[in-house]
C-alpha cells in the first residue's frame, strides 16, 4: 500500500498532537495521594460513570478504595471523601473553602460583582442565625399566615381532584410568599411581582448550571469563560428581578430613614432583614442611592437563592415522600389534627415542636433525598494532609461521599430503606446535625437557616395534610432521578383532594 509524503506527514502530525494532548491531560498526583481508581478511557476518565451512574460507582470505588480516593472527571483530578473523613473537611475551615469550589460551575461572582458571588459567608450565616433563627418564634405566626395565603392561592378548592406536576418549581411559589415576608416585610411582600421574584430566583440562577461542564477537559477556566459570555455581552438572569427589588425598596427604605430622623428614639423598627441592613455596619446608608439598591438587592438574592433553594426541595421531597407511603398517612394526620385542636388553628414554636413524628418523617425524607456526593470544597493550602496520611494538593476539589453517611451501618441491615421515625425513636431532631446526617453541612459553618427551613417544612405539612388527601399519582413513591451526583426534582403527580 502507497503512502504519499504529506499523507505520511499528516498523520506523523496528528500522532504528536494526540500524543501531546494525552500527555498534558494525565493526571499528575502528588507524592502519598489518596488512590486514583483506575480507568480505560484517557482524558474521558471517570466522566461517564460519575454522570450517569454515580450511586454505584462511587459506592463500588468505596468499597474497594476505602474512604478517601481519586477520580479523574472533566479532564481534572476530583477527591471523594467518605463518612471517616468528610468532618476533617468542615473542621479545617480554614484550609477549604466551600465558595471557591462552587465558583468553577456557578460563576456568581460575575452575575452579582459587588458581593462576589456568595460573598461574604461568615456575615450572611449572621444574618441569618442572628435576625432569622434568632427571632423564629416572632416571624412564626406571619409564616403560617403567608403559608395559608400561597396554599389557597396555588392549591385551593380540592372537591374535585387536582393534579399538580414538578412539585419542587410550584412549591418554590408557596415557600416564596413567608421567605419574601420576613426578607423585604410585609408592605413589599404584598405584591405579587415580588413574590415572583423570590419564586424564581433559583430557577433563574440555575440557567448558568446548564451547560455541563465539557470544555473542562481542556481547562476549567475555558468552561467558565464560555458560559460567562452572555453575561460579560450584557445579559444577565436575574437583571429583571433587581431592578424589581429596586422599584419596591427605594420608596420604603427611603420612608424609614425620614422617619428614624424624624421621630428618633420613639421609631419602632419593623421586624424584617431590610431594616437589619439599613442599620448594620458596613451595609446601611443614610441616603438611597441607585447604586446602595444594586448592592443590598445582591445581598438579598443571595439570601433568597440559599432559603428557598434548599426549603423548596425538601418540602417538596417530604410532599412526595408523605403521598406516596399511605401506611404513614393515618398516624401522621392524628398528630397533626392533635395539635391542630390544642392550638385552635393558631401555631406558636412549642406546638411546632410538638409535632415529633412530623418531624422525625422530615429528617428521614431529607436523609433519603440527598444527593450522593457534594457540598464540593476547595483546599487553599500548599497541601492537606488527613489522619490516614494520605495528602492533596492546593487547588484540589474534595466531594463530601454524602451516601456513605446517609446510607451508613449505623440505620440497621437495610440503611437505604425509609425509616419515617428513626429520628424520634433516637432522639435526633430534624435540624441536629450528626457524623451521618450532614445535609446541613458541620461543623461552626452548618447552614444556620435550617431551624427556619424545618419549621417550615413542618408548617406547610401541617397544613397541607389537615387539609388535603395526598397521593402520587402512580400510587406509588416516585423514583429519585440524578444528573452526576445530584439529585433532580421529581417530575411526577401529585393528586389533591379535599379532605371531607
Request: contains cysteine; hydrophobic residues 40%.
Amino acid at each position: 500500500m502507497y503512502f504519499s509524503f504529506e499523507t505520511i506527514q499528516t498523520l506523523v502530525i496528528g500522532f504528536i498532537v494526540v500524543y501531546a494532548i494525552l500527555w498534558i491531560k494525565k493526571p499528575r498526583l502528588s507524592e502519598n495521594e489518596p488512590p486514583m481508581v483506575p480507568y480505560k478511557i484517557p482524558i474521558i476518565g471517570h466522566t461517564i460513570d460519575f454522570i450517569y451512574n454515580a450511586d454505584k460507582f462511587l459506592s463500588k470505588c468505596r468499597k474497594h478504595y476505602g474512604d478517601t480516593f481519586n477520580l479523574y472527571v472533566f479532564g481534572q483530578v476530583i477527591t471523594i471523601v467518605g463518612n471517616e473523613a468528610e468532618h476533617e473537611i468542615f473542621k479545617a475551615d480554614d484550609s477549604f473553602n466551600l465558595n471557591e469550589a462552587v465558583k468553577d460551575i456557578m460563576p456568581l461572582h460575575l452575575v452579582l460583582p459587588r458581593v462576589n458571588g456568595f460573598g461574604d459567608i461568615p456575615h450572611l450565616s449572621k444574618t441569618v442565625r442572628e435576625e432569622i433563627t434568632g427571632k423564629l418564634s416572632l416571624y412564626t405566626g406571619r409564616m403560617q399566615e403567608q403559608l395559608m395565603i400561597a396554599i389557597n392561592k396555588e392549591i385551593g378548592d380540592c372537591s374535585n381532584p387536582k393534579v399538580i406536576i414538578s412539585g419542587q418549581n410550584f412549591f418554590s411559589k408557596i415557600i416564596a410568599r413567608p421567605m419574601a415576608n420576613i426578607i423585604v416585610g410585609e408592605e413589599i411582600s404584598k405584591h405579587e411581582d415580588v413574590i415572583n421574584v423570590f419564586a424564581n430566583i433559583t430557577k433563574d440562577i440555575g440557567t448558568l448550571l446548564m451547560l455541563p461542564p465539557f470544555l473542562s477537559f481542556i481547562h476549567p477556566k475555558i468552561h467558565q469563560q464560555v458560559i460567562t459570555l452572555p453575561i460579560r455581552f450584557g445579559w444577565n438572569p436575574i437583571r429583571k428581578h433587581i431592578n424589581t427589588l429596586k422599584n419596591y425598596l427605594r420608596p420604603v427604605l427611603e420612608k424609614r430613614l425620614k422617619d428614624k430622623e424624624i421621630l428618633g428614639d420613639k421609631y419602632k423598627p419593623p421586624l424584617d432583614v431590610i431594616e437589619y441592613y439599613l442599620n448594620e455596619p458596613g451595609y446601611g446608608t443614610t441616603i438611597i442611592t441607585d447604586e446602595y439598591l444594586n448592592f443590598i438587592c445582591e445581598v438579598l438574592i443571595i439570601i433568597v437563592f440559599g432559603s428557598i433553594h434548599a426549603t423548596t426541595r425538601h418540602v417538596a421531597g417530604a410532599l412526595y415522600d408523605f403521598a406516596g407511603r399511605p401506611e404513614l398517612w393515618d398516624e401522621l394526620y392524628e398528630e397533626q389534627e392533635k395539635i391542630d385542636k390544642e392550638c385552635n388553628g393558631v401555631l406558636t414554636l412549642e406546638h411546632i415542636n410538638r409535632m415529633v413524628k412530623l418531624d422525625s418523617f422530615t429528617r428521614e425524607s431529607i436523609r433519603s433525598f440527598g444527593d450522593v456526593a457534594g457540598l464540593m470544597h476547595r483546599c487553599m493550602d500548599d497541601s492537606f494532609t488527613f489522619k490516614n496520611n494520605t495528602t492533596i494538593p492546593k487547588g484540589r476539589i474534595v466531594y463530601i461521599y454524602l451516601n456513605d453517611s446517609f446510607y451508613n451501618k449505623v440505620y440497621g441491615p437495610e440503611p437505604r430503606s425509609f425509616l419515617p421515625y428513626y429520628g424520634l425513636n433516637n432522639k435526633k431532631p430534624a435540624t441536629k446535625i450528626d457524623k451521618n446526617y450532614i445535609a446541613f453541612g458541620a461543623g461552626k459553618h452548618a447552614c444556620p437557616g435550617r431551624f427556619l427551613a424545618i419549621n417550615e417544612i413542618k408548617i406547610c405539612m401541617h397544613k397541607l395534610i389537615l387539609n388535603y388527601h395526598i397521593k402520587t399519582e402512580s400510587g406509588k413513591v416516585a423514583e429519585k432521578r440524578y444528573i452526576g451526583p445530584f439529585v433532580l426534582p421529581y417530575i411526577t403527580g401529585i393528586v389533591f383532594e379535599n379532605r371531607k
